[in-house]
């Protein structure tokens, strides 16, 4: 178990490097902008299904959350994409 | 304060309570999110020169320390659900160690920004940005010192004797309102340093 969180822990700051990667790059504010919320609200996900437990939880629990990552995530992208 | 709860098909980690109050919390993080999103796309060039200001090294440490305290808590809450005691004291320890450097960190970002003549109350694009910048962060580090409390009550209780049931819900909720910390930075790092 402890193996596992250190490599969910990995695999966040392998995220947040790619994030990183992804602003210094001259992808577009676009671009940037969406692939970085993206990335982000993966990492929210993940957060929440192995360090919070959720990946044990009631099902009713796991949609909640996951209802909450879908909706920023579609929030954030299209306010990104038609208003900028 | 009650016992784990359980079902057919999982369970509920912590106590209900915690739920409520995180999603909650969560949500009104969500607006702030979207308004920041907002008035980011609407106004443009001055808003990201004003972003551009902010010192990418000290938002990427802090996150690198939430996420960091936030794989502690988890192993820690782990072993105290599953009554092992080894290093579960130590494991907080280092948690709270975290989020006092975050604070440290925040800190002397604030200080350098102070000094540099940016504060809140400005108008414009720019001024905007730095609204947005204070209160949803200053409003986030509140959560953090909140958060070194309960890790100072869970580093608190005895490593020697085993854990009640109410013990242990204890654990759970404070590890999910740490978590629940750590994933707000993340989107806030996101948004304030990143998409620029």
Known sequence: ?84 | MTAPATTDTGRIPGEVGIWVFVLGDMSVFALFFSTFAYSQARDGSDFTRAQKQLELPFGLLNTVLLLTSSLFVAIAVHRVLQGDPRRVRQLFVGALACGLCFLGVKALEWGQLFADGRSAGGTGGEGEMFNYYFMFTGIHALHVVIGCIVLSRLIALDPAQPRTDNQKVLVESGGIFWHMVDLLWVVLFALFYLTR
């Open chain 1, 1 to 84: 178990m402890t193996r596992r969180m250190v490599v969910v822990w990995l695999v966040l700051l392998v995220a947040t490097v790619v994030s990183l990667s992804v602003e210094q790059g001259n992808v577009g504010a676009k671009v940037t902008g969406v692939v970085v919320t993206v990335i982000a609200l993966f990492k929210v996900r993940l957060i929440g299904q192995q360090f919070m437990g959720l990946r044990e939880a009631v099902r009713p629990l796991q949609l909640a959350f996951d209802a909450y990552v879908t909706v920023v995530a579609v929030v954030l992208i299209t306010i990104q994409l038609a208003f900028a």
